[in-house]
């Protein structure tokens, strides 16, 4: 009877009793959630247009934000190094491209996924030689990153909103937004998605695989300066910033490894319910730190019942 | 001409299907069990039993155990340290509740647990495919090792959260434990490692592994043949648990000696992936191949530079390691997709019909 209580009662009795910290939970859900969905919007536009589950994605965050604060430790100004991050970002995509995705054209799924699971230890090991292990800070003030805070008073209670992580929430909206014009407007992105609905017409009209792997491993590199740059500015520099491709993939799950919407809601909807079970069940009832799985358990649970994900195109399998 | 197969007949099929058609191959095989047993031991050192021989053949066993489950019935798994978790606590559970427990039983024993929570994990595979079940066997692995981090009864509330081998003894020899000599360990692994590798070849020739393959070559086309694929999956994950959950056990008691939760984080699991995919998918065979690569990689690093006079600083060999073997996992899918296991199977080709090309 208490833990039905534990369970079922007493966190509604919280949200409601507290509903400014309720508010100040989905808040901080919701910016995680934007970087998740940011994060899974890297993997899907690969996935789509090559079938590679990019493992490389989380790394790739890491190595991006580490070049520019590393560039920023020698003496470059911080908007120049964004833009030779960029340049970097784009040199690496051309490099996959060439050594890694050109070669092996054709092999199975499992056979790519593991090259880019290479590509994650090549970096790792780059980036420690390049740049240290150590944590470095990410330069949020010669960004132009606002620091302060806005403080609300919902029904009498208080909200605490960064500007930092406001800065986020609208960057990413604006990235997003930028990246669906972009997929559905131009003569490029229009490209990248024939490519993802059908390989081989695609090509027969005349797309270029090499030009959009290309093209797609750029974008997913600037999603990684924009994501590692956002994560850095709250919890520093380091190689453990990896463990972001890992929040990313349990969003691919719900949201379907194909679905640009289902990456979006996906990470929305993930990133506000880990944070509301963490506080109101998980912390109480299990001893904490349950965000490392929760998303996994919801989206398997999910999977369950709808096999392709929430948003996912419909498996028909033909023998 | 050292591979000759003329003139080796077979005049039945039991002969036609045997293990080792040709005599040749039965050959090597003997050399390279009388290396295992008799020479390796003999000339090692306390040092190559630790950092080489063991850990070849724990990873090698963990390797052959996801091959089950992703070589042979094509389901991807990428929580395979997660599992060895499990049979590295079931078994620390079962020492310490029973301390009388013959420890070869327990390790044994402690594989059937895994298999257990391998099938629970394994029942969404039922629905779900390709990189869904991917993700979805990560949720294994990250809900397990939070489990083992906060069921302190797992860990018997030891205040530091690890588990700590006790020494055992077995018929007055001790196996386990900081008193347990290098070579007696060694022994017992390669002991378990040939009698499970024995038993899985059969499988997987047998009747069971024809319908994992059909199942990994086309499941919907197995199962118009009537091959019921609940059990064909529910199998494969039961068996591959089972013996990732003993070399888990064996890892942490014939090796490590001691360990932590995150012992068993990611990195474990992909290192078993690598040996695995690099080895061969499918083969049994390739999980050797790959494990010696992966792991006397490091050590080569480590020791050869020194050898010829360079110095290099340990965090810069590590560092370097990581991305030797991350570039090594490219070229070698690049030049061979099939991994080691098809370069030997090509060799082996070529000797056989050579000196003429065709």
Not at chain 1, 251 to 275: H, R, T
Not at chain 2, 54 to 62: C, D, G, M, N, V
Request: aromatic residues 12%; charged residues 10%; glycine residues 10%.
């Amino acid at each position: 009877m208490e833990l039905l209580n534990e369970i079922f009662v007493a966190p509604f009795a919280d949200m409601v009793a507290a509903p400014d910290f309720l508010l100040q939970v989905l808040w901080e859900g919701l910016v995680s959630g934007v970087l998740y969905a940011l994060i899974a919007l890297g993997f899907v536009l690969i996935f789509r247009s090559s079938r590679i589950l990019n493992f490389a994605q989380g790394i790739m965050v890491v190595f991006a934000a580490l070049t520019m604060v590393g560039l920023h430790e020698k003496g470059v100004p911080a908007w120049i190094a964004v833009a030779l991050t960029l340049v970097v970002m784009f040199g690496l995509a051309v490099a996959i491209e060439r050594a890694v995705l050109r070669p092996l054209v054709g092999q199975p799924d499992i056979i790519l996924f593991m090259a880019t699971i290479g590509i994650t230890l090549f970096l790792i090991g780059a980036g420690e030689i390049i740049f240290g292990g150590e944590n470095k800070v990410m330069i949020t003030e010669e960004l132009g990153i606002p620091t302060g805070d806005t403080v609300l008073e919902p029904w009498g209670g208080l909200l605490i909103l960064q500007h930092g992580d406001i800065t986020v929430v609208l960057v990413a909206a604006a990235l997003v937004l930028a990246l669906l014009l972009f997929l559905g407007k131009t003569r490029m992105g229009r490209a990248i998605r024939a490519l993802g609905d059908d390989h081989q017409a695609a090509l027969s009209v005349g797309i270029s695989l090499q030009t959009i792997w290309v093209l797609v491993w750029f974008i997913a590199g600037i999603i990684a300066l924009v994501t590692g740059i956002a994560w850095g500015s709250r919890a520093g520099v380091s190689f453990a910033l990896e463990v972001i491709a890992y929040k990313a993939l349990p969003v691919l799950m719900l949201g379907g490894l194909e679905s640009i919407s289902g990456a979006i809601i996906g990470g929305l909807m993930i990133g506000m319910l880990e944070k509301l079970f963490e506080i109101y069940w998980g912390g109480p009832l299990l001893g904490g730190n349950t965000e490392s799985w929760f998303a996994y358990v919801l989206a398997l649970l999910v999977l369950l019942f709808r096999p392709q994900g929430l948003f996912g195109e419909k498996i028909i399998e033909r023998v | 001409m050292l591979y000759r197969t003329a003139g080796q007949f077979k005049t039945s099929y039991r002969a036609d299907q045997a293990l080792f058609p040709i005599r040749q191959d039965a050959f090597l095989l003997g050399v390279i069990l009388l290396c295992a047993w008799v020479i390796f031991p003999l000339t090692a050192s306390e040092f190559t039993f630790q950092t080489i021989l063991t850990p070849i053949l724990i990873y090698s066993l963990a390797a052959l155990g996801l091959n089950i489950l992703t070589g042979f019935a094509g389901q991807l798994s990428l929580g395979t340290g997660a599992f060895m978790g499990v049979g590295a606590y079931a078994c620390y559970k079962l020492i310490t509740l029973m301390p009388w427990l013959n420890p070869v039983v327990a390790i044994l024993m402690s594989g059937v647990f895994s298999a257990g929570v391998g099938v629970l994990f394994g029942i969404p595979s039922l629905r779900i495919k390709g990189f869904y079940l991917a993700i979805a066997t990560l949720a294994a692995q990250f809900f397990l090792v939070w489990l083992f981090e906060k069921w302190a009864w797992l860990y018997n509330f030891n205040s530091s959260g690890a588990i700590q081998v006790p020494n055992l003894d077995m018929f007055g020899l001790y196996v386990a434990g900081p008193q347990a000599s290098s070579m007696t360990q060694y022994y017992l692994v390669l002991g378990i490692t040939c009698l499970l590798t024995w038993i899985c070849i059969n499988l997987t020739r047998g009747t069971l592994g024809r319908t994992w393959k059909a199942t990994r070559d086309m499941d919907i086309a197995a199962e118009l043949i009537g091959i019921d694929l609940m059990r064909s999956k529910l199998t494969a994950f039961a068996v591959s648990s089972y013996v990732v959950g003993v070399a888990g056990a064996l890892f942490v008691f014939m090796w490590r000696g001691a360990a932590e939760p995150n012992l068993f984080d990611i990195p474990l699991s992909f290192r078993v992936l690598f040996i695995a995919i690099i080895g061969g998918l499918g083969s049994v065979l390739g999980n050797y191949l790959g494990a010696i690569l992966i792991v006397g990689l490091p050590v080569v690093l480590n020791t050869v530079p020194r050898a010829i006079g360079i110095e290099i600083d340990s965090a810069l060999v590590e560092h370097l390691n990581i991305m030797i073997v991350g570039t090594l996992i490219i070229f070698f899918l690049v030049v061979e997709p099939h991994g080691l296991n098809q370069l030997w199977r090509l060799i082996r080709e070529k000797l056989i019909i050579w000196p003429f090309p065709h």
